[in-house]
């Protein structure tokens, strides 16, 4: 694995991990992470594209 890994420049544990399909995913965590659900930030979406259509910018606030 180490061999393979140095001929395409890849991290020998990261290479070993997908070979054995035991790299964990980062969805979980990452959802945990957001600030809004997603029905949140669908709403806020087409709140922004409101605003752009009447060209008003979203101000920092609303997109923070």
């Not at 020998?12 to 930030?41: G, M, N, W, Y």
Request: hydrophobic share 35%; proline share 6%; aromatic share 2%.
């Amino acid at each position: 694995v180490a061999a393979i890994a140095d001929a395409h420049g890849v991290n020998r544990v990261t290479l070993a991990q997908r070979h054995k399909h035991s790299q964990v995913s980062h969805e979980p965590r990452a959802i945990k992470q957001q600030k809004l659900d997603p029905q949140q930030e669908l709403e806020l979406v087409k709140y922004i594209k409101g605003l752009t259509r009447r060209a008003l910018p979203p101000t920092r606030e609303i997109t923070q």
